[in-house]
Structure formats: structure tokens, C-alpha cells
């Protein structure tokens, strides 16, 4: 009887789902665990603090807040170190040129990325795009859930945590040579989605049928930093005990191919 009702209830919740100014969906599992997933942006605008009163007021209601990673207290992937051969022995002379290009774009210096493992260059690029578009970490979704957390007095929930994030960033074939050659092949790209993902939080989230997003990821990474993250995840979630939990994730993990909602919401 009660897998029944479960089922009705599901279906129900499917056919009417309740629509948020953010971006989220509600995924209700087996033995009153209800998740609210939030769609995170990790570097946000001024204009995205504080985050909505109705927000808030699930996170006050809810057992726990969970997050990819605790970041007011993690160490940064930025600070990582560990010498390199120069990038003239590790990338070819259209690549380099590529980035020499960007990096004066960008006023940075070369040299102070040429022993850096290339990941990390990625990310580091990445970064300067985000500041250069006005996001600043302080106003990342995930950050202000995990301030209002603390105040509230939250339990605080890790899907990897940092060190975990880090050790996937390291195992990246070739040192991340790949996430490299996206993020500079993506480039602009890249911008317009973070200016689309800001547009989901300040003006209306987009629905599953409008979800459709460019590509910046190869397969290759796009499998490795998405799709198994996304059934780890599943997997993780569906092994919580019974309770109400706002999960926030990284927004791409929202839509699209092998979406963590989807998951959750297959038996």
C-alpha cells in the first residue's frame, strides 16, 4: 500500500510540479526523504545577494544543507602546487600561442602560469572570465546557502568535499590537457553561458523542455566531470535516512543528457 501511494504521489508531483523563481526541482524518494535541488552558480553577481526569503526558509525548515563541497573553509584548488616541465614541452606551439594571446587579453602573466599543471591553468582562466563578467565567489549561491546554514544552525552535508575534488582534477588524463584545450576552444562560448546561468537566478530559470545548453566540455570530460559525478551523486542521495535536504549543485548537473534529476527520479 504504501509503495502505492508513493507511486500516486510521484505521479502526481510529475504532472504538477511546483515551479520556483530559482532554479530547482523537488524530487521526493522512497521513505520520506524529500530533496529540494538547487541549481547552483559558484561565482554570482551583487545583484544575486541576498539569496530569496523563500529559499531560505526551506533551508530554516530543512534536516541538512548539502554541497558538492564545504568552500567556507576548504582549501582552494588554486593553491595547490606542484612544479611542472615548462608548458613549451607540454602543449603545441598553436596552444601556446593560443593562450599567450588570451593571457595578455586577460593582463596575466605567462610566466607565472608555466609550471602549473594545465588543469589548473584551466581553472585559473576560467576564474578571470568569471571576474571579468563581475561574479565574485562572496555572491556564489553555494557559499550563501552555506553562511545561512551556519547561522541557522544547519547540519552541513558533503557530496565529495574538497580534497575529493581536487584528486578528480589531478587524475585528469595528461594532467588536464583536455580541460584546457576546452576552456580555450569555448572561450566565448563559456561567457555566454555563465551570463545564461545568472539570467536563471535574476530573471526565470529555464524549464526541462528549454534546457537545451551549449557545449564546453569534451565527451571525454563531459563523461568525467558530469555523468559519473551525477550517479555518484544519485547514489549518495538515495542513501540518506529519512528527512527534508536542499541539495545544491552546480547548475549544468541540473539539465541536459544524464541530469541528476532524471536519475533520482528512475526506480
Not at 197 to 216: G, H, N, R, V, Y
Request: contains cysteine; glycine residues 4%; charged residues 20%.
Amino acid at each position: 500500500m504504501d509503495r502505492w501511494r508513493h507511486n500516486l504521489t510521484m505521479l502526481f508531483r510529475m504532472l504538477v510540479p511546483k515551479h520556483y523563481r530559482w532554479p530547482a526541482t523537488d524530487i521526493w524518494l522512497p521513505g520520506k526523504r524529500e530533496l529540494h535541488l538547487v541549481g547552483s552558480i559558484h561565482m554570482g553577481t551583487r545583484n544575486m545577494m541576498p539569496l530569496p526569503p523563500q529559499l531560505l526558509e526551506r533551508l530554516e525548515k530543512a534536516d541538512a544543507l548539502i554541497v558538492e563541497a564545504d568552500i567556507t573553509g576548504s582549501a582552494s584548488p588554486f593553491t595547490y602546487s606542484e612544479a611542472q616541465p615548462p608548458l613549451a614541452e607540454r602543449v603545441d606551439d598553436a596552444t601556446l600561442q593560443q593562450l599567450s594571446r588570451l593571457c595578455d587579453e586577460m593582463h596575466l602573466d605567462l610566466a607565472q602560469l608555466e609550471a602549473l599543471p594545465l588543469w589548473q591553468i584551466a581553472l585559473m582562466l576560467q576564474a578571470q572570465q568569471a571576474q571579468r563578467l563581475g561574479l565574485r565567489p562572496d555572491y556564489g549561491i553555494d557559499y550563501q546557502l552555506l553562511q545561512a546554514a551556519q547561522a541557522q544552525g544547519r547540519r552541513i552535508i558533503e557530496l565529495e568535499g574538497a580534497s575529493e575534488q581536487l584528486d578528480i582534477l589531478k587524475t585528469l588524463p595528461q594532467n588536464g590537457q583536455s580541460l584546457l584545450a576546452d576552456t580555450l576552444e569555448h572561450w566565448h562560448t563559456n561567457a555566454r553561458l555563465l551570463q545564461t546561468m545568472i539570467s536563471w537566478w535574476l530573471e526565470k530559470p529555464p524549464q526541462q523542455s528549454q534546457s537545451a545548453l551549449p557545449t564546453t566540455f569534451s565527451t571525454e570530460l563531459n563523461d568525467l566531470l558530469m555523468r559519473q559525478r551525477n550517479q555518484r551523486w544519485n547514489s549518495l542521495l538515495r542513501a540518506l535516512p529519512p528527512g527534508r535536504y536542499v541539495v545544491a549543485v552546480g547548475a549544468l548537473h541540473l539539465y541536459g543528457e544524464n541530469n541528476l534529476p532524471d536519475l533520482l527520479r528512475r526506480r
